[in-house]
């Protein structure tokens, strides 16, 4: 069975960093094109940061460029999203995703929720 597990979210402050982490179970992260995505209700789901399979460089959303940091570790097949200088409006539940191709994403983990208030 195939699953991507997040963990790491939590409640920060304004100004400060927080990283996700994604756990591949069934498949080689190695294999895949990944990526983190954010939803708040309401809104239409955010494309943060696109990995590849190709080993291009990580492609980011003009909102998050310079401030998140998305990082694949084949050895512990598990993805992170490293976040700095968050803001209140970074407050969103947090997926990761992974495809064959960078678009069709087959595998979604559950989410989880990212809260930045003072």
């Known amino acids: 069975q195939v699953q991507l597990v997040e963990s790491g979210g939590g409640l920060v402050q304004p100004g400060g960093s927080l990283r996700l982490s994604c756990l591949g179970s069934g498949l080689a992260v190695s294999e895949f094109a990944l990526a983190w995505v954010r939803q708040t209700p309401g809104h239409e789901r955010e494309w943060l940061a696109v990995l590849r399979r190709s080993g291009d460089a990580p492609v980011y959303a003009d909102s998050v460029k310079g401030r998140f940091t998305i990082i694949r570790d084949n050895a512990k097949n598990t993805l992170y999203l490293e976040m700095k200088s968050l803001k209140p409006e970074d407050t969103a539940v947090y997926y990761c995703?992974?495809?064959?191709?960078?678009?069709?994403?087959?595998?979604w983990g559950q989410g989880t929720q990212v809260t930045v208030s003072s």
């Open positions: 995703a992974a495809g064959l191709t960078d678009t069709s994403w087959g595998y």
